[in-house]
């Protein structure tokens, strides 16, 4: 389902100074299989949920998504498959803290203006799910991290995509909300969704619900 | 579904304001400030040249004023004949008008002397004449502003001339007179010509100027030069010398009012040129997010468009409706004084409601657009890079 092919992936750090990323790359991912990059900071783990989520472009090689090559979209497509396959849960949440749980749930919806109650009835159905409907007019900042990382799931749910990427999810958690966050995985794994975990945390490495580690250092995976 | 507007859009548009509301309201502020000052300048330009176009158009053709030396004197009345006798004046009307000091409210009033049944040269005194009252040649007819001055001196019913030996000439008040402009008719006080004359102790012989009406305005300086080839010692005036000479006042206090709407302009491409030179990292960041959970350029720049929408069109709403206020309803204090006034020497007139769509439309385009691309140019450059490069 997701193929990278030759990857290779360099960032320009001033003029004349580039630093590669990922050096030949070649992965497969199943569709509905929970996938782990292993390594530690700076061993291209986000570079890689970066292309399969198409917010980057590989400097040379391919990308494929459902037989699709998604790494020569255009912005306009590449938005386009982002809104309707791809959910993401960013490291430090990237909510908007000033206002409310809806209101931030919704943001992925706000592009295809949905008829309101179609969308009332999505926010309810995703906050029901992770367990944060009671905090639905709440103010984002007003949640401890484990609730807002709920709210950041359950942003990433909402689209129904069928690709979830977490970048470094438990970084900010202690281990119980970090185990329930393993919970989560496991629902998601039940409705079939492919998850793509970038984690140096413990935590993931030895999971049943893990169907494939990859490990990664320097931008190769080994 | 609303096709047009994307009313969720729009809620974090206003979302996205809130959550900066004191930046925000002071660049509101600032804005309406300026477009209020804007149009403000602009309405009483407007109003002014309305006044200013109506009272040149009743002027008469000809002004004819006898100088000696430089110096303006009473003309001789019986001129009026010789002046008839030229080729292509329609009418001549000797007229008596100057202007009375009043000194407990430090103010000139225009003075205007008419005989009733005289015709008369301005429609509105024709029209004074002609109403059903009538004119009453013992009676004054006073304009509004005068009216104001004179209540406020506890003169309602007749007002006290001081005549050049220093004894008092007690006249009625008959009634209010109104011309087609408040400029024109609000300082005046018209009285019968021999009221007049003996407020200037001026005999019958003699006359202020003579006005002459020619049928046809292609004639008029051909009359002219045959009134000063009759009369060396005159100063021929012609309607296009006047409006020569308002529109030089006019473009002098303009002057002014330019250098507001530069300084007002100025500070307005400050606000722009801030805002376009680049947002801050969260709001970069911001975007960066946006667009990795799926949002377009386009529903970036749309967003952008609301937020810049919203303050600028509110602005200049509140803006354009504090002038209207202040022009129309308070009458422009301060402001009014840089076109208007010979100091407190002239009575107060009411700016005419001039409702000036150009004006109005102009004011927009310099405001509206020009905001909404200062929000939208800097927020393009970021969203149409990478979100991941966005977001580093």
Redesign the interface.
């Known amino acids: 389902m997701i193929e990278f092919k030759n990857i290779n992936k360099s960032y320009k750090l001033g003029k004349n100074n580039t630093v590669a990323a990922l050096k030949d790359i070649n992965i497969n991912i199943k569709e509905g299989s929970v996938v782990v990059l292993k390594g530690s900071s700076g061993s291209g783990k986000s570079s890689i949920l970066s292309l399969v989520s198409a917010i980057s472009k590989p400097t040379s090689g391919e990308v494929i998504v459902d037989n699709k090559q998604i790494s020569k979209l255009s912005d306009r497509f590449a938005s386009e498959y982002r809104l309707n396959n791809i959910g993401i849960v960013f490291q430090k949440y990237n909510l908007v803290e000033d206002i409310s749980v809806e209101q931030n749930v919704i943001l992925p919806l706000i592009p295809k203006n949905l008829d309101s109650d179609l969308v009332e009835s999505k926010v309810d159905t995703a906050l029901d799910m992770f367990g944060i409907k009671h905090y639905k007019n709440s103010t984002v900042k007003n949640l401890s991290g484990g609730e807002q990382q709920r709210v950041a799931i359950a942003r990433a749910y909402i689209n129904e995509p069928k690709i979830i990427i977490a970048d470094e999810p438990t970084a900010n958690l202690d281990e119980k909300l970090s185990l329930d966050f393993i919970e989560i995985i496991k629902d998601l794994k039940k409705q079939n969704k492919t998850v793509i975990i970038a984690t140096h945390d413990p935590l993931f490495f030895n999971l049943d619900i893990v169907d494939k580690y990859i490990e990664m250092k320097n931008g190769s995976i080994i | 579904?609303?096709?047009y507007i994307?009313?969720?859009?729009l809620?974090?548009s206003i979302?996205s304001l809130?959550?900066q509301k004191y930046k925000n309201i002071f660049i509101t502020t600032i804005l309406t400030f300026l477009i209020f000052i804007l149009s403000s300048m602009f309405f009483i330009t407007s109003s002014i040249k309305n006044e200013l176009q109506f009272s040149v158009e009743s002027l008469p053709e000809i002004t004819v004023q006898k100088l000696i030396s430089g110096k303006h004197y009473d003309i001789e009345v019986d001129r009026v004949n010789e002046i008839l006798s030229i080729t292509g004046v329609n009418d001549a009307t000797a007229r008596v008008w100057g202007y009375y000091y009043f000194v407990n409210a430090g103010v000139n009033f225009t003075l205007v002397g008419i005989e009733q049944f005289e015709k008369q040269y301005k429609d509105s005194l024709q029209n004074l004449v002609d109403s059903s009252k009538g004119f009453d040649e013992s009676n004054a007819y006073i304009g509004q502003g005068v009216k104001e001055i004179m209540r406020k001196n506890y003169f309602k019913e007749y007002f006290n001339f001081i005549l050049p030996d220093g004894s008092l000439k007690k006249i009625n008040i008959g009634g209010t007179f109104k011309s087609d402009t408040n400029l024109e008719s609000n300082d005046v006080i018209v009285l019968s010509k021999e009221n007049m004359r003996s407020i200037y102790g001026m005999s019958e012989e003699y006359a202020t100027d003579i006005v002459v009406k020619v049928a046809n305005p292609d004639e008029v300086a051909t009359v002219a030069a045959k009134i000063k080839l009759l009369y060396p010692d005159t100063r021929v005036i012609t309607k296009n010398d006047l409006k020569v000479s308002y529109q030089n006042i006019f473009d002098y206090k303009s002057g002014v009012f330019l250098a507001l709407f530069i300084v007002s302009l100025f500070t307005f491409f400050i606000i722009v040129f801030d805002k376009a030179s680049g947002l801050s990292s969260s709001e970069r960041?911001?975007i960066g997010?946006?667009?990795?959970?799926?949002?377009?350029?386009?529903?970036v720049l749309k967003e952008k468009f609301y937020e810049g929408a919203l303050i600028s069109v509110f602005a200049y709403l509140l803006g354009v409706f504090l002038a209207l206020g202040f022009v129309y309803g308070f009458g422009a204090p301060l402001l009014r004084d840089i076109f208007s006034g010979y100091s407190e020497l002239k009575t107060a007139f009411e700016l005419p409601f001039v409702l000036d769509v150009q004006t109005m439309v102009l004011v927009f385009f310099l405001s509206v657009p020009i905001y909404i691309a200062s929000i939208i140019i800097p927020s393009w450059r970021v969203a149409?890079m990478?979100?991941?490069?966005v977001?580093r």
Do not use: C, T
């Open positions: 579904m609303n096709k994307n009313l969720y859009l809620e974090y979302n809130l959550r960041k911001e997010v946006l667009k990795a959970i799926g949002w377009s350029l386009d529903d149409s990478d979100a991941d490069e977001m």
